[in-house]
Each structure stands twice: as C-alpha cells, then as structure tokens.
C-alpha cells in the first residue's frame, strides 16, 4: 500500500491511542490470573494479535468486546506442547520463551524471518547453562525444559524485553529467585511498566538495590478489571507535526506515566531551541520521530543509537538512506547518529517504509513538509491500524492506493 501525501498543516485535537507496550504487559498477566479478567482499551494491532494469538496457545481464552478483551486464565506450567504465533513482534517473542519453559512441554514459537534473526543471545545462554533446549529449527524456535529458580545474571544493554520476560515467569517457580542485571542498564523505564503491571496483578517484586530485583516464588496472579493508558510512543508522531508549523493537541495521555517516551515533551522543545544532543538509550522507540523532527528544526545529535539496529529494520540505517531522499544526509556511527541541519527538498523517488511502522510514520512527518509517497504504509498495522486515518482527521492531505 502507498501513502501519497501533500505538503499542508496540522490541525486539531487527536486521541493518544492505547500503549502497547502495557497492553502487552497487562493482557499476559491477565492470562496468568485465575479466573476471569477484563484489559479495556486495547488496540488491535498486529503485535497485539500476536501476544493474544499465543496467551491462547498456552492455554488462556481471550473474548474480544470491542476494544476490551475477557481473559480467562491458564497455568503455563499445565501446558501441552504447543506452536505460538509470534508474526513481526519482538515482545512478544521474548515474553513468551520464559513463559513456554515452565512446562517442561516441547513449544515452537514460529515468526518471520526479520523476527527470527533478532537477538536472542540471553535466552541461549541461559538455556546453556540450565541444560534446557533452545534452537532455530525450520524456520522457528524450538524451547523445552523447566526453568529453575536462583539467581539470574542478565545484560542490561541488550533489551529489557528479556528482563522482563524473566520476571513474568519467574514467580511462578516453587522457590525465590534474584534477577541481577549486568550494567550498563538501558531501557530502565520499561521495566518499570513491567514492574507496575506486575504489582497491579498482586505479585511485587522489590528493587534489593539498584541493579537487584528480588521475586517471590509460588506467586498467584490476582484477575482485576483494567485498562490500558494512552501511549506516548505513537502520540509523538502526532505532537511532532507541531515541529511543522502545526497547532495539534494530543489526548489521553497520564502526566505520571512511567512511559520512557514521554521524554519528547522534554525533548521537542529542545530540538526547537536550536542544534540539541540527546540520549535515546532509555527510549529507542522514539529514533526515528526525533530524526524527523530534528531535520525539521535545526538537526540535533543523537547517542545511545546501538540498538537501533536491531528494530523491525535497522532504523539508523533505514532512516538515513529516506533522508537522503529530502536531501538530509545523516552521518551514522558506532553508538551516535548526526542529523544536520538541511533545506529539505520534495523526494524524486518514492520513499520507502522498510517494513517497518516507524520509519513509516517518521517519513509521514517529513511529507507533510515537502509531499511526498510512501511505499508500504500498511506497516503502520503493526502497532497503529488506524494512524493514517487519524492523520486525515488532522487536516492532512493523504491518499492511499494499492
């Protein structure tokens, strides 16, 4: 699908749509509570589908009424050997490995090639050293055995994704367990949103110190009746068109939230101000929106950039070869990105979203300015079916065709 934009101005009051993040977070605790819970406020996306598709795969029903979803709940560790769909979705495949090693029942995790290909590198050690199996095998992941309780030493600058996956299984055990992360610790605010969904569900688990996480064994997840909170992530696609020249005011979020992205109120401003240098190893998620908008002000530097790499596509690179179509050149290195200040020009050539919702709506920013076509817009399906529609409702002159 191609989104086909013309340059004009944002106008308006948008809702934020739900996080997905948490959706993530609360429909698996959902589906780990005895009894019947209801996750309100849950946006169909496609890696939401995908954290669903595989609750149920190990056991749980989930009922869909509306934008509310009834979860009845199952006991991983009952589970029969089962294949788990995990599409394009990152989280979700590495929610779940925990999860599918409380059985001791052979499990399959099956994605797309790009997913398959993303690290795993923490659950591969850890299956070693636990004598547990973990491996690619025609095109999926094949995991069997049962975790042990103890104590756990993880890389905190890979992903906090396998933190977290850790922490949802772990107090399942029959004993206590330690989750010691090994600094540099990146992407802390997730786990806070994972900590919070986790002590909603009536399992704590307390920092011993900095680097410590403590997590009582024999836990029970409590059923409750929730709701998802607006998600900073996709809204700043939408107050970044404000960089343009837009009056946009977006709804729903929580001032308190413990979201790492809702750095962009802090960090818009500053990109408006003048040439900025700011730190995206707490919020990788928001690359590709602040290149944008940096391009749009007056270019900014960026560090903690590593992990881009390791996205639905590469974004640093995937974000400087778009760029360079407006005619703004990014210098990519190591562990930083350089967005310079640049006259953009009208692309000559299609742009294209690399698979990747992101980079899509990012370039959706730039096209506002300039016009401009986007190949493989559909991707905005991953996390935010809706996104182009809700740009229309903004005043923005869009087209999408086949």
Known sequence: MRAIIRPCTARGTVAAPPSKSMAHRLLIC???????SIV???????????TA??????????????????VRGCDPRMASPAVLRCRESGSTLRFMIPLCLLSGSAMRLDGSETLLSRPLSVYEDLCRE??????????????????APGEYAVPGSISSQFITGLLFALPLLPENSRVRLIPPVESRSYLSLTLQ????????IPWVDDFTLSVPGNAVYRRQDTEVEGDYSNAAFFEALNCTGGSVTVTGLQAASLQGDRVYREYFPRLAAGPAELDLADCPDLAPVLFAAAALCHGAAFTGTRRLRFK???????????????GVNLVTEENRITVPAAA?????????????????????????????????????????????????SLGIDLQLAD
């Open 30 to 36: 959902a589906a780990l509570a005895e009894g019947e």
């Open 40 to 50: 309100r406020g849950v946006d169909p996306s496609e890696d939401i589908l995908a």
């Open 53 to 70: 598709d595989c609750l149920t795969a190990l056991g749980a029903s989930l009922v869909w009424e509306g934008s509310a979803v009834r």
């Open 130 to 147: 636990q004598g547990l199996t973990l491996r690619h095998e025609d095109g999926g992941l094949l995991v069997q055995g049962r975790l």
């Open 197 to 204: 969904a986790l002590n909603d569900a009536g399992i704590s």
């Open 312 to 326: 639905e596509s590469d974004r640093g690179a995937a974000m400087a070869q778009e760029m360079a179509k407006f």
């Open 344 to 392: 953009l020009h009208a692309p000559s050539e299609p742009l294209d979203s690399h698979n990747d919702h992101r980079i899509a709506m990012a370039l959706s920013l730039l096209c506002t300015r300039t016009g401009g076509e986007i190949r493989g817009a559909e991707a905005v399906r991953k996390s935010f079916p809706d996104y182009w529609d809700k740009l229309r």
